[in-house]
């Protein structure tokens, strides 16, 4: 009856017994966010990275060869909402017929860039960022906001609209027929796909 305990007893152990890790071993389930791309060239390692607004990269993720999106982890930028400032500090210069619901509600605006290491030293230099864009954003506000505005060059009226914490804000832009004032938004969005692409004119505005 001892032996059958203890045998018992070492079965348990050994079930109990595993990966330290979150998820015990398993794999880590799809975030639900993504960048879709052209299809990454081959050759050296190409990376995604996400910039602040003076270019200091906060998150990194490798990208397979030929691949045309890539998911990846908010969890890991999310510290960087410490980084917020008054969303009127992000205002283009020149931002005119100004109105804010919320004056002064800190935001952080980040974006995409994707590069390929042709040195292999897994930094980001000179000549190795891919001539690719997005107006898309990973966007951090303390709380819901809107903010309104105009600028003269380009001849645009904005809207940008944030919801509190992170989420993706989609960039729309367009010129009414028979109007020479485009209109640009910037809303936050549920889904969490984010879009780089080859730069085009009026998407470049």
Partial sequence: MKRLLLLSLLALTACGAGPSSPTGGRPELPTG?????????????????????????????????GATRTEVNPALWREQSGRARPIEDWLPEGADDLQVSAPGTPVLL???????????????????????????????????????????????????????????????????????TYRRSLQTQGLGRYELHVPTPITSQ
């Fill in 33 to 65: 966010v993504e960048v879709r791309h052209p299809a990454a060239p081959a050759g050296t390692t190409v990376y995604l990275n996400l910039l602040t607004e003076s270019g200091e990269s906060v998150y990194q993720q490798a990208v397979t060869a």
């Fill in 110 to 180: 980040l974006h995409w860039v994707m590069w390929q290491d042709r040195d292999g030293n897994g930094q980001r230099a000179a000549g190795e960022t891919l001539d690719l864009m997005t107006h898309d954003r990973a966007v951090y506000a303390e709380k819901a906001v809107t903010v309104t505005f105009k600028t003269a060059a380009p001849d645009m009226r904005q809207q940008w609209q944030f919801a509190a914490g992170w989420s993706r804000a989609e960039h729309y832009v367009y010129l009414p027929s028979g109007q020479s």
